[in-house]
Each structure stands twice: as C-alpha cells, then as structure tokens.
C-alpha cells in the first residue's frame, strides 16, 4: 500500500518539471550564473548564437501574467547560463492551454477497515506563458 503512495507522489513530483528545451547551434560554452545573464528584445551589436531555447511555466506555481512572464524569463536565463550564453534574444511569447494532470490519494481506517482511494483528473481553463529564445554569446 505505501509502495502504491510513494510511486503516485513520484509522478505528481515528476508532473510538476517545468519542460524546457534547449538544442545547440553554435559552441557551448563553460556555464555561468544566470543572474549574469541579460535579455534582448533586439539583436545587438556582435554576438554569437549558441542554442534555441524553449521554456513554458508551466510547473512554476506561478499566479497571474506577470508572475508567469517572470517565471518564463528566469527559465530562459538558467537554461541560457548552462550553455554559457551570456545573453537570450527573445524571440517569442505566447500563452498555451495547461495540461496539467493531477493525482489524488486518500487513506482511512474506520472500525478496523482501511480504505484506500485514488482519483487522476485534469485542470481545465488554466493557461501557461511561454517563450522562445536565442541563447547569445555577446562579445565584449
């Protein structure tokens, strides 16, 4: 019975991940601190492109637009600073239908009965922010 808990606890752990992509086209570099790590909106003077980044908030436990936006730019500043980019172009922001899927589990005991209960359902009408970007190396 607690084998069954502690795998449903995994996968909801598991279901909270923030999904994020990152696909190199250019030359990684040693990773930095993603405070270092600054946001362009417009292309600027030297740089060179190292990957594209896709992030989404969903899993951030972020409330409301700018807390989503917020969760989103951090996203791409950590995935930007593990490939050594010292900067993200932001390419694109869009809001994206949760998914999200949620397990419940219950136990009880009542006059020498213990009772188990499992229940797996969806949110619906919730949104996540996503983003788009272009992790930079720009040139001193």
């Known amino acids: 019975m607690y084998n069954v808990l502690i795998t449903l606890l995994a996968l909801l752990l598991v279901g909270c991940a923030s999904p994020t992509s990152t696909t190199l086209v250019g030359e990684k570099r040693?990773?930095?601190?993603?405070?270092?790590?600054?946001?362009?909106?417009?292309?600027?003077?030297?740089?060179?492109?190292?990957?594209?980044?896709?992030?989404?908030?969903?899993?951030?436990?972020?409330?409301?637009?700018?807390?989503?936006?917020?969760?989103?730019?951090?996203?791409?500043?950590?995935?930007?600073?593990?490939?050594?980019?010292?900067g993200v172009l932001l390419q694109a922001t869009a809001d994206q239908r949760d998914n999200s899927i949620y397990v419940g589990t219950g136990v009880g005991r009542y006059s020498g009965n213990v009772?188990?209960?499992?229940?797996?359902?969806?949110?619906?009408?919730?949104?996540d922010k996503t983003a788009e970007g272009l992790a930079i190396y720009v040139k001193p």
Not at 115 to 127: D, K
């Open 115 to 127: 009772g188990l209960s499992v229940q797996l359902g969806r949110v619906f009408g919730l949104t």
């Open 30 to 86: 040693a990773a930095i601190a993603p405070e270092q790590v600054r946001i362009y909106t417009e292309k600027p003077e030297n740089y060179e492109p190292i990957a594209l980044l896709s992030v989404t908030s969903d899993g951030s436990w972020s409330f409301g637009e700018q807390a989503k936006m917020d969760a989103v730019i951090r996203l791409l500043k950590q995935e930007a600073a593990k490939v050594g980019a010292n």
